[in-house]
């Protein structure tokens, strides 16, 4: 139906048992044909004479093409409301690219379900689940693909559903529209709606209920959410579709998922589309597409439709001297990025659609509604989930900081740590043949991972984006946690994803006055503090930069004693670089005796304090989009100036950077502004209105003068 290889398969078979050779009318052929068997009926529906052979011989090639390859149907006989950006109206089914990539992803899945129906093993079936920004035609094509199904496949049970009794109602009108043109009656419309030598006998209809075909067996059942447990209960579907998801009562959603997901059909005909918009970084829809992208729910696939992918709709003729902003040429470069991955090929934005984001975007910043628009015009997964509460940084700079880690590139390494003072290396670990260093300390190494071990677990993973250079000045932070002792990529489990991990984060210091520090490396994992401390003995030995031993500067959290195993360990392996905790007392810095970063009320709220402004203010370069996710979820109390994670979150990563800034900088310490700033008394001078300064320079500008406010002692 949808695979070409399948297709062909079905065709051969069909061409051999009727003894007939198929063909694929072109859509003009079609459509002439169709007009000259139109004539041939009367009102009454009967006909004004008998088929010809070759009148015939079209029917049942028409209806055996259509059959058994979908898009040769839709693109001459599916019905449907044109869109506004073509013109509007009433017409075929033209596939736009975003259909496309859905049809694509329906394709390689069923003949990946065929490959394992042909060698005996058992199929999953095709369950789709379609993250999309907003208007993207997914409720078109999946009501064609039911529709298709229904008409033309014996004893089909299909099923659809939505969030409230009007958008299923727009399910059902839809088919309909599919059917016969919409009419109330079983008529038919010369209009639109299928031929009446292809339409099928409608023998049960109640509006927005159920549509059954009597001769054929199948039939559609409307439902929504609100009807709770009642949905689906007791029977099986071979299709379904359920679109708005993420506005679901989570009830609804916990008893579908634990009750009706597990009787869909094992079978490679089994097809379901769940589709919606992202609504917040938490819920049911949230975290079942984090999961099917960790590939934690095998049985799943996962879609993602950015708001750039149709070349017909989201434009805007740009003046001629307009020259896009330099948040417009972020999202650009990272489009560019990300969209090989997500579509399977690079896009470049036109003008047109940079032009229509940036002023649209603006349109939303305005009325302090930045988030509505990265949900419903998503670039990527990432950026399409937002909290409705305020984050840590600002919705602008967070936005900047996705998309500058979405650009980045890191080299995954793994770790081949020694055991009882033996090597644990292989010649397989030497298969970049020296395009990729290899970083060894002693016994130990850190080597290139092949791209074939790559999937969308970071963890246990060492992230490189910067290798390490001889004249750098590092600080690594540790964060441990409890993990689970003897944990590694080869042993994971469903369970341990639920357990924190311990991160390890490394920052370069700018080399010159000014510039920002730079996030070089990353490693986040379920592990125990001692098997922790063995990975920071090797990243922060690889990590030594300019130091006289060789060991960059580690300072590691130690609230609760977790810490302290992890700094035991590193002290047993001769790693002495350790960082001492610094108290400020009138504004002089004492270093005390006790090794480690300790977290108390006032310290945390320095640290997310001056976090916030430290990326605020560009002053780190943030690589990691793992980090960046962790930001998104990272809640600022205004009224307690500190930070949380949101509930079910966690914000490890987040927190190691801050430490390992802490250290390099001395935070605690009265900052000095640099020379060449703007004070606070000439800012005062400023109309920002008259200037050509970006929203986002405005914002960082203000949050820099409240905080010299903040720092300028009483007197």
Not at 654 to 666: D, E, N
């Amino acid at each position: 139906m949808y695979s070409s290889r399948i297709i062909t398969r079905n065709i051969e078979k069909a061409e051999a048992q009727f003894g007939i050779k198929l063909k694929r009318f072109d859509i003009g052929f079609c459509q002439d044909a169709r007009e000259r068997l139109d004539l041939l009926r009367k009102e009454d529906g009967t006909l004004k004479r008998p088929f010809t052979k070759a009148e015939q011989e079209f029917i049942r090639n028409e209806a055996l093409m259509s059959k058994f390859d979908f898009r040769y149907w839709c693109s001459r006989y599916c019905t449907i409301d044109k869109d506004g950006a073509v013109g509007g109206g009433i017409g075929n089914l033209e596939l736009w690219e975003s259909q496309e990539l859905i049809l694509d992803s329906i394709a390689l899945a069923e003949s990946e379900e065929y490959e394992k129906f042909d060698r005996g093993e058992q199929c999953d079936g095709i369950l789709l689940h379609n993250d999309k920004a907003r208007q993207e035609g997914l409720t078109g094509i999946s009501r064609a693909l039911t529709m298709h199904r229904v008409l033309f496949y014996h004893n089909t049970r299909a099923f659809a559903a939505s969030v409230d009794e009007d958008k299923i109602k727009e399910l059902y009108d839809r088919d309909k529209k599919i059917y016969n043109c919409g009419l109330d009656k079983d008529e038919y419309s010369n209009k639109g709606g299928l031929p009446y030598w292809m339409r099928p006998a409608l023998s049960y209809d109640v509006k927005a209920g159920h549509l059954t075909y009597a001769l054929l067996g199948s039939n559609v059942l409307y439902q929504f959410s609100t009807q709770g447990s009642a949905l689906g209960q007791g029977r099986q579907f071979d299709i379904g579709h359920c679109t708005e998801m993420a506005y679901w009562p989570e009830d609804v959603l916990s008893v579908m998922q634990r009750d009706f997901f597990p009787t869909l059909p094992q079978s490679p005909r089994t097809l379901f589309l769940s589709e919606s918009v992202a609504f917040g970084r938490s819920g049911w829809w949230y975290e079942m597409s984090k999961n099917i992208r960790a590939g934690r729910l095998v049985r799943w696939r996962h879609c993602f439709i950015p708001w750039y992918i149709i070349s017909k709709k989201y434009n805007r003729t740009p003046p001629s001297d307009w020259i896009p902003n330099e948040i417009t040429q972020r999202h650009a470069d990272m489009v560019w990025e990300t969209s090989l991955l997500l579509v399977g090929r690079r896009i470049t934005l036109t003008r047109e659609k940079m032009y229509w984001w940036e002023t649209t975007r603006e349109e939303f910043r305005q009325q302090d509604d930045l988030g509505s628009f990265l949900t419903n015009f998503a670039a990527t997964p990432e950026e399409g989930f937002q909290h409705s509460n305020p984050t840590v940084i600002s919705l602008d700079t967070l936005s900047r900081c996705h998309d500058e880690a979405a650009a980045s590139h890191a080299v995954p390494y793994l770790l081949r740590l020694s055991v009882n003072g033996k090597p644990t290396r292989s010649s397989d670990d030497d298969w970049s043949k020296g395009k990729v260093p290899v970083f060894t300390v002693g016994q130990d190494a850190i080597v290139p991972m092949h791209p074939d071990e790559l999937d969308d677990d970071p963890r246990g993973i060492v992230w490189m984006w910067e290798p390490p250079k001889r004249g750098g000045t590092y600080a690594m932070a540790i964060d441990p946690s409890l993990g689970r002792v003897g944990w590694d990529r080869n042993s994971r489990t469903s369970d341990d994803y639920r357990t924190d991990n311990g991160c390890i984060q490394i920052v370069r210091k700018g080399r010159e006055e000014g510039a920002p520090d730079v996030q070089v490396c990353e490693f986040a994992a379920p592990m125990d503090q001692e098997s922790l401390g063995e990975v920071a003995n090797l990243l922060g030995r690889a990590y030594g930069g300019h130091t006289e031993d060789g060991q960059a500067l580690a300072v590691t959290e130690v609230h609760l004693g977790l810490g302290l195993s992890v700094q035991r360990k590193l002290l047993d392996l001769g790693y002495t670089n350790l960082w001492r905790w610094e108290t400020l007392d009138k504004f002089t810095v004492n270093q005390s005796q006790s090794f480690g970063w300790y977290a108390s009320p006032s310290s945390v709220k320095i640290l997310w304090e001056k976090i916030r402004r430290h990326i605020t203010l560009r002053k780190v370069v943030i690589k990691s989009k793992w980090l960046v996710e962790e930001l998104q979820d990272v809640i600022w109390d205004a009224m307690k100036h500190t930070a949380n994670a949101a509930q079910g979150s966690h914000d490890d990563r987040v927190r190691a950077l801050g430490i390992g800034i802490w250290v390099l900088h001395s935070w605690g310490q009265p900052e000095t502004v640099s020379t060449g700033e703007v004070n606070a008394t000439e800012r005062k001078k400023l109309d920002w209105q008259r200037s050509s300064i970006s929203a986002e320079d405005m914002y960082e500008e203000q949050e820099e003068m409240v905080q010299e406010w903040l720092d300028t002692p009483f007197g």
